[in-house]
């Protein structure tokens, strides 16, 4: 195991995550957690990607994922949050998370490559199981089948997207339009080019050449922007 590179106290649990597998998906997840601007733990048993990792991640380490006391030399129990980027090789990945409950971690997301994968993990101990390639497939094939920009599905059936507002709603304030009352989706906000997001109220008038931000049920938002 090498020692934990970059200066500087570890991260507590309130405010830094930690990330073990710093492949594509966990190096994804690692960079959008510094994007957002909290402290990462990045761990990889390959010492290339930890490598590749040290310039930009304030805290990195080589190390066996699934050493319960690895894990504990670089304080990840502390960090209470953890996420498992291993996927391909599935043996690691369940030990992986059976180690971080082992040493206390009280959430743990983990990628699965397969719903018996998932299953597994689930089992022991991870309480959210991510499914990267099945969600990116889905998202394409929303936007590839309507006119929306953006598609967020959440488990429950509701769903956020980003839409180009119909050239009929330019200069309409949104309770004139009634979205709500007509497709059953809301207005979230509403961005112009050139200027930044607003919050969208019952008086906001839709400029022309905007994007809408809807929510509501997968079908109402699929059934709005069907007619955009």
């Known amino acids: 195991m090498g020692p934990a590179r970059g200066a500087g106290q570890a991260p507590t649990a309130a405010e830094g995550v ?23 733990l990045g761990v990889d048993e390959d010492p290339k990607l930890v490598q590749q990792w040290s310039d930009r991640l304030t ?22 949050r953890a996420v498992v980027g291993i996927g391909t090789d599935i043996e690691a990945s369940v030990l992986t998370v059976l180690a971080l409950t082992e040493v206390g971690v009280q959430e743990i997301w983990a990628k ?10 689930s089992a022991v101990g991870a309480q959210h199981v991510i499914y990267p390639e099945a969600a990116m497939g889905d998202r394409v094939a929303h936007l590839i089948t309507s006119r929306m920009l953006d598609f967020i599905e959440f488990d429950d059936g509701f769903a956020i997207a980003k839409i180009r507002a119909p050239e ?5 304030n949104l309770a004139d339009i009634g979205l709500r009352t007509r497709w059953g989706v809301t207005v979230v906000g509403v961005k112009t080019p050139g200027r930044e997001f607003d919050y969208a109220q019952a008086s906001t008038v839709i400029p022309a050449g905007s994007v809408l931000i809807v929510a509501g049920t997968t079908e109402q938002v699929q059934e709005f922007a069907a007619t955009t």
Do not use: C, W, Y
């Open 18 to 40: 930690a990330v073990l597998g710093l492949g594509r998906f966990g190096g994804q997840v690692a960079a959008s957690l510094l994007r957002l601007g909290h402290e990462v």
């Open 112 to 121: 699965a490559i397969s719903t018996k994968h998932g299953k597994i993990l």
């Open 59 to 80: 805290h990195v380490a080589q190390a066996d994922t699934t050493d319960n006391e690895a894990l504990r030399q670089l304080g990840v129990p502390d960090f209470g």
């Open 168 to 172: 009929d709603m330019a200069g309409r």
